[in-house]
């Protein structure tokens, strides 16, 4: 252990001594305490610094310097030969008032004894300075909303940096042109990044400025360009009307009122409301005009409150006007003259008359339903219909039906509608079946072959067909014959008819049964014949 502490009190130098400090016992630390006293003069605070090298010296020059670490062996010894000494070594501190540093080197003695305590040794190095937390940096696109004449409106935007604390607030700073003279135009820091400086005397030039303030301080300001001038700006009327406005503007009856239309100008323009040429009636209608827009309103609007509204917004003669149009509607009256003018079977034709009141807007159309006296329910037969008249159809036979029309605007229907006064009754209708006459057509028709029969060539014993097609009404009679001799019942030939088609079976044929074939239709009307020729070989 004593070989731990034996570097420190050396010079890094000689580390020849150092071999020779464990030799000598007690002549080491008498020399460790005469060292320190002569650099208090000139450097005491650099006395703690041989302190923590006793730890981190062997770690920084563990390779230059292992002698040390091969020396535990007798380190035990030189700590026995320093326990008798440490009693002359606690007179040392007492001797020189402001010496601190011979009494960290005598303590470290048996600091290292124990093992543990050589930690807190480092402790008192010195530590690294935590950085500053940076202020946050400057707003951005600082500008001039609005000048007045003894105000000015600014905006900005938040700063990209704001740090860990967040921003307090911003600062807005005036100062007038030709001085150095900056004063806070606020007196707290406050987070809108909109502002409005006030009481200021027209005519004037001032700079400004805005810094973001937080915790760390504030940011680097940001300044505008070119000083602002303190004056009123001139601005000509203009009325900036809804697009809701542009056109005919419809309310029902007791619905509010309200219109906001804003407009521009400065100085403050001169607003004035007028129906027909005339005032309006403030009794019913409230006007509210702000510096930007103005409000039109009524709390339950009335027919009578429709009509065209004028609006004039002036300053100092030169002026903007536009004109409203107000509707004011309600459901419609019924239909008048509703008639059932004629009932044919399964149809029937209305008539009918607008109605007397058209509840201040135009008919669009009329609604036409129908109610069978069985069910008694309405039902809709027409939408829209914008004639006075239609025909209804499909009606079922043996039912009475009523009528009723409905009129409807841009409201809606009517509350009431119009109803026939009479029924229409749809009565079944007598009919009596007439069987149509159809001329009789003289199908009679002599034989005709649609197909002939055709040549044919086949093998002995291999049976054979042949066919033709016949017509002829009535049904003609079919003969066959073999060279001109009438086939008759012969167990080798079998003949079919079949919808017209004739067929002959030759049942295993022999060289004999080769020869002309005819087959011959005979009826009433004539008779007609087809021929073929059959030739069978034999094989060889």
């Known amino acids: 252990m004593t070989g731990k502490t034996a570097p420190p009190a050396a010079d890094p130098a000689a580390p020849k001594k150092e071999s020779a400090a464990p030799k000598k016992g007690s002549a080491a630390p008498k020399k460790e305490s005469k060292a320190p006293k002569k650099e208090p003069a000139p450097a005491p605070k650099e006395e703690p610094v041989p302190a923590p090298k006793e730890e981190p010296a062997p770690t920084s020059k563990e390779e230059p310097a292992p002698a040390p670490k091969e020396e535990p062996a007798p380190a035990p010894a030189a700590e026995e030969s320093s326990a008798p000494e440490h009693p002359p070594t606690a007179e040392q501190p007492t001797a020189p008032a402001g010496e ?42 600082l500008a001039v909303e609005e000048v007045s004449q003894n105000s000015v409106t600014l905006t900005w935007k938040a700063p990209e940096q704001t740090g860990r604390s967040g921003l307090d607030g911003y600062v807005v700073e005036i100062c007038k042109d030709g001085s150095t003279d900056w004063k806070a135009a606020n007196e707290e820091p406050f987070l809108s990044t909109r502002y409005t400086v006030q009481n200021l005397s027209s005519g004037d030039k001032i700079h400004i400025r805005v810094k973001a303030v937080s915790a760390s301080g504030a940011s680097v300001p940001a300044t505008l360009d070119q000083p602002v001038v303190i004056r009123e700006i001139l ?60 409000i039109f309103y009524i709390r339950q609007s009335q027919r009578g409150d429709s009509g065209k509204y004028e609006l004039t917004v002036r300053i100092n003669g030169a002026e903007d006007k536009a004109t409203l149009d107000i509707q004011v509607i309600e459901p419609p009256g019924p239909p008048q003259n509703l008639k059932l003018v004629d009932v044919w079977g399964f149809n029937v034709a209305l008539e009918w008359s607008p109605p007397a009141d058209n509840g201040n807007s135009e008919i669009k159309g009329y609604i036409v339903q129908k109610s069978d006296k069985k069910s008694g329910r309405w039902f809709t037969v027409l939408e829209r219909c914008t004639r006075t008249s239609c025909t209804i159809s499909d009606l079922i036979i043996g039912n009475t039906y009523s009528f009723r029309v409905f009129a409807e605007n841009g409201c809606g229907p009517s509350e009431t509608a119009a109803v026939a006064s009479g029924v229409a009754h749809i009565q079944k209708t007598k009919t009596t079946y007439q069987a149509e006459k159809i001329p009789q057509r003289d199908m009679m028709e002599p034989p005709k072959f649609t197909q002939p029969l055709t040549d044919r060539t086949t093998t002995r014993g291999y049976s054979t067909h042949l066919f033709c097609s016949v017509r002829g009404f009535p049904q003609p009679k079919i003969i066959w014959m073999k060279n001109q001799m009438e086939i008759r019942e012969d167990p080798k030939y079998i003949a079919m008819i079949d919808q017209g088609v004739c ?33 069978v070989k034999v094989p060889k």
């Open 100 to 141: 601190s540093a011979p009494v960290p080197t005598t303590e470290a003695s048996p600091a290292p004894q124990e093992g543990p305590p050589a930690p807190p040794a480092e402790t008192p190095a010195p530590e690294p300075e935590k950085p500053k937390e940076e202020p946050p940096s400057s707003p951005l696109s």
């Open 235 to 294: 601005q000509l009327p203009k009325i900036r009307l809804p697009r809701h406005l542009r056109q005919t503007y419809f309310r029902h009856v007791g619905d509010a009122l309200n219109m906001m239309i804003p407009f521009q100008g400065k100085p403050q323009p001169e607003v004035i409301w007028t129906k027909g040429g005339q005032p309006l009636d403030t009794s019913r209608i409230n006007i509210r005009n702000t510096d930007k827009d103005t």
């Open 503 to 535: 067929s002959l079976e030759i049942r295993k044929p022999s060289p004999f049964d080769g020869g002309v074939y005819t087959c011959k239709a005979v009826n009433p009307l004539g008779e007609a014949s087809v021929d073929c020729k059959l030739d």
